[in-house]
């Protein structure tokens, strides 16, 4: 009776060795693994190597893990036969044994090992890499049997991860504290950045700061003074006919204080269309050794501007220098109001206010010249989705701002 119970409490061990394993190996993060062996741990190597067969490691840990517990199931019932009688015996064993391996050989050491996966599966992998070996005859016979399968049961397609899932991935990371607010806001930037055209990000035609070729040295020093810009679209009579552009550097050191003319300093202008993805023109940009993009529109005419530090502002957020004034397009009052700019994207306008949409226009302004069918003005009014939107202030040609109102 000692030796079966002795027996039975050498199967829980076991039992419990097994289930910790194949926690460890299921749940563990397959990057960090891979990061610990490529600095040299070669416990995570050795892990890494399993899991590349990890058929072979889960047909060890199952087959060793049912094993054992019938082992249990089979001692547990002869010690309770012999402790009351046949009659009895082999459903009191029943009972207790699926109490004592649920509890000790299943639950505990798999909620134990899934706290630590990574940790338990490097001080596992030895035994386990023995035990793999021991039984390469079965895992072969098992692997036959997979392929049987495999021929009866077709595989689905399988997929890559995808955009959706990796955000997921982030978010988790975030509420676990792996990453911070910032660094999964980065994350998401460069995940959305692909979706991203010139058209979202543009600066438009009205808002364009240019030079004439016709204009003197003292006005073009003027406007580079005022705009704080260090380089400008240059054009041939008027902003349809940008010829290049001029590099404030060029201007000062070749014009002012050298002895060469406007349009020798003047460098080819970089021509897009608003369509274009901005990954693919950041590369042109990058190849070409360009900072500013005009973007064209279908008639040939200059629809606005892109610049580099626009690209990357949508990857790392607002870049501000000391030209800068800085200023948000949503701005909460303190009565629970937003006051908004009519530049504002009017996609993330509502997506700030937690609806979100698409649209056929970019901006706020744009989208209430659609609703109303007319030049916004101050005092108009549109109703959507919850939300009162009032013109507080307009130009004549366009809304300059609004006042945004939950119901």
Request: overall charge negative.
């Amino acid at each position: 009776m000692q030796t079966t119970l002795i027996i039975i409490v050498i199967c829980m061990i076991i039992s419990a060795f097994f289930s910790a394993s194949e926690m460890a190996f299921s749940s563990l993060n397959r990057v960090r693994i891979k990061s610990m062996a490529e600095h040299g741990d070669g416990k995570a190597q050795m892990v890494l190597k399993m899991l590349d067969k990890y058929d072979d490691l889960l047909s060890t840990i199952l087959v060793g893990n049912n094993v054992v517990n019938i082992l249990c199931s089979s001692m547990a019932t002869v010690l309770f036969i012999a402790l009351l009688d046949e009659a009895r015996g082999p459903g009191v064993a029943t009972i207790v044994t699926t109490v004592v391996v649920l509890l000790f050989g299943e639950i505990s050491p798999k909620s134990i090992a899934k706290e630590s996966p990574e940790k338990f599966a490097m001080a596992l992998a030895s035994i386990l890499n023995v035990l793999v070996k021991l039984f390469t005859p079965i895992n072969w016979l098992f692997g036959l049997w997979k392929k049987m399968l495999s021929l009866i049961i077709k595989k689905s397609d399988e997929q890559g991860i995808t955009e959706a899932e990796l955000l997921t991935y982030v978010d988790e990371a975030q509420q676990g504290g792996g990453i911070d607010e910032q660094e999964g806001s980065l994350i998401r930037s460069a995940l959305s950045f692909t979706d991203l055209e010139v058209q979202d990000i543009f600066t438009p035609r009205i808002e364009i700061v240019s030079i004439s070729m016709e204009m003197s040295n003292k006005e073009i020093e003027n406007i580079f003074m005022d705009s704080g810009y260090s380089r400008l679209p240059i054009h041939n009579g008027d902003i349809d006919q940008i010829v290049g552009t001029l590099y404030q550097k060029d201007f000062y050191r070749h014009v002012i204080y050298g002895s060469c003319k406007l349009e020798d300093v003047v460098r080819p202008a970089f021509f897009t269309s608003k369509y274009k993805p901005i990954g693919d023109l950041l590369k042109e940009l990058q190849h070409d050794k360009q900072h500013i993009a005009i973007v064209i529109d279908e008639y040939g005419c200059t629809a606005g501007l892109v610049t580099m530090e626009d690209i990357l502002e949508e990857i790392v957020g607002d870049i501000w220098d000391e030209y800068d004034v800085v200023s948000d397009d949503i701005v909460t009052l303190e009565d629970g109001t937003y006051q908004v700019a009519g530049t504002c994207n009017v996609e993330e306008l509502f997506d700030f206010l937690g609806h979100k949409k698409e649209f056929d226009v970019i901006t706020v302004n744009g989208w209430l010249m659609e609703v109303l069918g007319h030049i916004p003005a101050v005092g108009d009014v549109v109703e959507e989705d919850g939300f009162t939107v009032t013109v507080t202030k307009s130009n004549g040609r366009r809304a300059e701002q609004v006042h945004v109102v939950k119901k």
